[in-house]
């Protein structure tokens, strides 16, 4: 039985149709992160699950029931939000209990949720605090408790960590990881953060216009991307794009690029058929480039010219030109480039990605 399941939803604002006909099925236990651009519909979809937004078309279901009209506090769930929310004046303690006092539960509970949701989250010492006295870090943190004081089957995250530093978010990060090893909760965690998401998710949806355009591992996702919007959405710096065409040769098949350079795709696995001659676009990750070729493998060899070097610690991003389009590079920190100059890079083609016209992969 699916714990969270999003059936045909619809949601519209007028004329503008921010979800279309979506569909989403969490598992129970399984952290979801909703990943998109400003604007895509992530945080719509997850105020439709809390109850803070009505639907225009569709269901939605918890834990086998249909909560598609149920009011916030009957769905089993817990929300945070992207700021705390926290009362300025009550203490850690009189935050976190505040919501189970108006429930008219009884003292002794209320005293025991919040001890426990205090020595997950290791705000014990913090308990007599007020807000104005805690860091950016110890108030989403307090927030976070709030949610789970409640024993919330859902735990839901509207973008927690974009208001903090790197170095709290790093943190952060990773106390949530351990929070859902430790609860099993379900979790869906709304960021526009690709680290975010990659890191913290068993499966990622990732969002363009109202439409889930892949859902699937961090891993797939990222190494075999379904389309070109998440091959350039996913990745820092983003994938680098090649336009071209697909020429079948007698033994192999290769791809011709604009400035009539050809490389072998042997190792390149298709999803589907297609023409020759047929236009395509060759797309290759920063980090699949290498300056000098593997020693297990046998990569086709391009040519680039790279103008500008960027040390960014353990490694080293290029950037540059190959066959007339923008192209870069992340290379080992102890590797010397040669800028200025025609650099041969190597690539395994298996680890490559191909799209049509339409953007969807080959």
Request: overall charge neutral.
């Amino acid at each position: 039985m699916s714990s969270v399941s999003i059936r045909n939803l619809q949601i519209s604002f007028g004329a503008l149709n921010v979800l279309e006909t979506l569909d989403l099925e969490v598992q129970e236990g399984e952290f979801i992160v909703l990943l998109g651009p400003s604007g895509c519909g992530k945080s719509t979809l997850l105020n439709a699950i809390a109850g803070l937004l009505d639907i225009t078309e569709g269901q939605i279901w918890i834990d086998g029931r249909n909560v598609t009209w149920a009011e916030p506090h009957e769905r089993g769930i817990g929300m945070v939000f992207q700021s705390y929310a926290l009362y300025p004046r009550l203490t850690v303690e009189g935050n976190l209990s505040f919501g189970l006092k108006m429930s008219g539960m009884p003292k002794a509970e209320i005293a025991r949720r919040v001890l426990e949701a205090a020595r997950i989250l290791q705000l014990e010492h913090l308990l007599q605090r007020q807000p104005a006295q805690l860091s950016g870090g110890q108030r989403q943190r307090v927030a976070i408790g709030r949610a789970l004081v409640r024993n919330a089957k859902v735990l839901l995250f509207d973008e927690p960590l974009s208001n903090l530093d790197a170095k709290l978010r790093t943190e952060l990060r990773v106390e949530i990881k351990r929070l859902h090893k430790s609860l099993g909760s379900t979790m869906i965690f709304v960021t526009h953060d690709q680290v975010e998401a990659l890191t913290l998710a068993d499966r990622v949806a990732v969002m363009h216009k109202g439409v889930i355009q892949q859902l699937a591992t961090s891993k797939e996702i990222y190494q075999r991307p379904i389309n070109r919007f998440v091959a350039g959405f996913v990745g820092s710096p983003q994938m680098n794009f090649l336009p071209g065409t697909l020429v079948r040769r007698e033994n192999a098949t290769c791809f011709r690029l604009r400035d009539g350079s050809e490389v072998n795709l042997t190792g390149y696995v298709f999803s589907r058929p297609f023409a020759d001659g047929q236009a395509a676009t060759l797309g290759i990750r920063p980090e699949q480039a290498l300056l000098r070729p593997s020693e297990h493998q046998h990569p086709d060899r391009l040519e680039a010219v790279f103008t500008i070097e960027e040390p960014m610690g353990p490694d080293t991003l290029l950037w540059g030109t190959l066959a007339g389009e923008s192209f870069s590079v992340r290379i080992s920190s102890d590797q010397t480039p040669v800028i200025g100059a025609k650099t041969d890079l190597y690539v395994n083609m298996a680890q490559a990605s191909l799209f049509d016209e339409a953007g969807d992969r080959l």
